[in-house]
T-cell receptor
Framework: NAGVTQTPKFQVLKTGQSMTLQCAQDMNHEYMSWYRQDPGMGLRLIHY?????ITDQGEVPNGYNVSRSTTEDFPLRLLSAAPSQTSVYFCASSLWGRGDGYTFGSGTRLTVV | AQTVTQSQPEMSVQEAETVTLSCTYDTSESDYYLFWYKQPPSRQMILVIR??????QNATENRFSVNFQKAAKSFSLKISDSQLGDAAMYFC????????????FGEGTQLTVNP
């Protein structure tokens, strides 16, 4: 049981480049989400999904796209990277309708130069 | 919108002593969940303890306990017999009772444990 797997762990991009952060979970969790972590700001929600084919925006969605074609996978796409997107990104999942805490991936440290 | 506030950016404690981390939140809901997460230097987010708002009894997990004051919207974390391995960033988080609701985080408190 791997939990939530995020790849890559580290990435450096040039301004304007695009890339996809991968997230996969093997716990059959309906709910998946992407957060970014910045110093002094905690974790802020980018996008989330309540099931395959259903996604919605969080607090800071601009510059990011998501899709959910399967229950297991929830990739995050950066369309045209900007220095303001330098951050640590976390994918997290949980069961629907439960008050459980989320299960988090190990994070991706992204630097945009 | 719900907000979570951690007013202590940094805290320190001597090994074997007790420390309390503060958290307040704002919500109009009556049913919700509160969490404390630990983030060590490895960056992994680890669930420390959770509290259901409808339960009056404070949650406890070994050396970790909470003081949940629903009327005051306060949710502090007490770490007893602090250990070097407790050094980490700690996040308070809130989640509505509604199915599939999002997790809202505070800004975090960096805890240092001095030997």
């Amino acid at each position: 049981n791997a939990g939530v797997t995020q790849t890559p762990k580290f990435q450096v991009l040039k301004t304007g480049q695009s890339m996809t952060l991968q997230c996969a979970q093997d716990m059959n969790h309906e709910y998946m989400s992407w957060y970014r972590q910045d110093p002094g700001m905690g974790l802020r929600l980018i996008h989330y999904s309540v099931g395959a084919g259903i996604t919605d925006q969080g607090e800071v969605p601009n510059g990011y796209n998501v899709s959910r074609s399967t229950t297991e996978d929830f990739p995050l796409r950066l369309l045209s990277a900007a220095p303001s997107q330098t951050s640590v990104y976390f994918c997290a999942s949980s069961l629907w309708g439960r008050g459980d805490g989320y299960t988090f991936g190990s994070g991706t440290r992204l630097t945009v130069v | 919108a719900q907000t979570v506030t951690q007013s202590q950016p940094e805290m320190s404690v001597q090994e074997a002593e007790t420390v309390t981390l503060s958290c307040t939140y704002d919500t109009s809901e009556s049913d919700y969940y509160l969490f404390w997460y630990k983030q060590p230097p490895s960056r992994q987010m680890i669930l420390v303890i959770r509290q259901e708002a409808y339960k009056q009894q404070n949650a406890t997990e070994n050396r970790f306990s909470v003081n949940f004051q629903k009327a005051a919207k306060s949710f502090s974390l007490k770490i007893s017999d602090s250990q070097l391995g407790d050094a980490a960033m700690y996040f308070c988080a809130y989640r509505r009772e509604t199915s599939g609701s999002r997790l809202t985080f505070g800004e975090g408190t960096q805890l240092t444990v001095n030997p």
